[in-house]
């Protein structure tokens, strides 16, 4: 009889060890993957201020004065009426000797 508890003690043993590092297993993949979400959304706030950022400066970039200004500095000017061709379906092309204005 005295023999017959002890292979089911050591069974019991192992179960438990086993159940425990299956435990801490689980704990350490936890903790690994709360550290990515953690990076994951560190990342995503510094993409949405960099996107801000960007959507300013394009605004920025856009706006007409400063077209022109640049334009002005690198010696464009405005174009005369006789020089625009209007483009579109609702456009009129005036032809004159068979050539478009």
């Avoid at 590092?21 to 903790?31: P, S």
């Amino acid at each position: 009889m005295k023999s017959g508890w002890l292979p089911s003690w050591w069974a019991s043993v192992l179960a438990t060890t086993l159940a425990f590092l299956m435990h801490l297993a689980l704990v350490f993949e936890t903790y690994d993957l709360g550290y990515k979400v953690s990076a994951a959304r560190k990342r995503e706030r510094e993409l949405r201020d960099q996107r801000t950022l960007l959507q300013l400066e394009a605004a920025t970039l856009r706006q007409v004065d400063r077209v022109e200004t640049v334009a002005r500095g690198l010696g464009m000017e405005v174009a005369g009426p006789e020089r625009v061709i209007m483009v579109g379906a609702g456009a009129a092309r005036p032809r004159v000797s068979g050539r478009v204005q």
